[in-house]
């Protein structure tokens, strides 16, 4: 999965025009930004959601534990995104699951949710979510370091180093 090529595009000379007049301008360059940057990359991602129609357990290598955690990191991201296909396997790009790119907060509510949902942290930094979008990091390197990191997998998830 990933984003349209080109996408996004910068904003116009209307949008950037009415983010300087109050009321009206903002509400004429919201809507601008609106169909800028999240209409097209939600019928990209949702015309590539509609030819997946389930994920098998074997895309998480039948690990039970990686298929909970993955599990809890979906739902986390419906009710934060409203996601109606989270059909996401392990290779997708994380940013793209909870919306990094735009610029709507979204990805707060999902990040925090994931959060508390493996009372962990998942940004510790700016620089985390600036490495989500540089370095591609996948929905399967997120669940692997959520459950090595939190305490509810502990018991069940034992660390290398031990």
Same mark, same amino acid.
Request: glycine share 4%.
């Given at each position: 999965?990933?984003?349209?090529?080109?996408?996004? @595009?910068?904003?116009?000379?209307?949008?950037?025009?009415?983010?300087? $007049?109050?009321?009206?301008?903002? $509400?004429?360059?919201? *809507?601008?930004?609106?169909?800028?940057?999240?209409?097209?990359?939600?019928? #990209?991602?949702? *015309?590539?959601?509609?030819?997946?129609?389930?994920?098998?357990?074997? *895309?998480?290598?039948?690990? &039970?534990?990686? $298929?909970? +955690?993955?599990?809890?990191?979906?739902? *986390?991201?419906?009710?934060?995104?409203?996601?109606?296909?989270?059909? #996401?396997?392990?290779?997708?790009?994380? @940013?793209?699951?909870?919306?990094?790119?735009?610029?709507?907060?979204? &990805?707060?509510? +999902?990040?925090?949710?994931?959060?508390? +949902?493996?009372?962990?942290?998942?940004?510790?930094?700016?620089?985390?979510?600036?490495?989500?979008?540089?370095?591609?990091?996948?929905?399967?390197?997120?669940?692997?370091?959520? $459950?090595?990191?939190?305490?509810?997998?502990?018991?069940?998830?034992?660390?290398? =180093? =031990?």
């Amino acid at each position: 999965m990933h984003y349209p090529e080109g996408w996004p @595009e910068p904003p116009g000379l209307v949008e950037k025009i009415g983010r300087w $007049i109050p009321v009206v301008g903002w $509400i004429v360059a919201a *809507a601008l930004e609106y169909r800028r940057l999240k209409r097209p990359a939600w019928d #990209f991602i949702d *015309a590539q959601m509609d030819q997946r129609t389930h994920v098998p357990d074997s *895309a998480w290598d039948d690990d &039970e534990m990686r $298929i909970e +955690a993955a599990n809890v990191v979906v739902d *986390a991201c419906v009710e934060a995104i409203g996601w109606d296909r989270p059909y #996401f396997i392990p290779e997708d790009p994380f @940013e793209i699951m909870i919306e990094l790119r735009t610029g709507d907060c979204c &990805e707060l509510d +999902a990040v925090f949710r994931i959060e508390r +949902a493996f009372e962990t942290r998942l940004m510790h930094s700016e620089n985390d979510t600036t490495r989500w979008i540089t370095e591609g990091t996948t929905f399967g390197e997120i669940v692997d370091q959520l $459950i090595a990191n939190s305490p509810k997998y502990a018991p069940r998830y034992p660390s290398s =180093t =031990t």
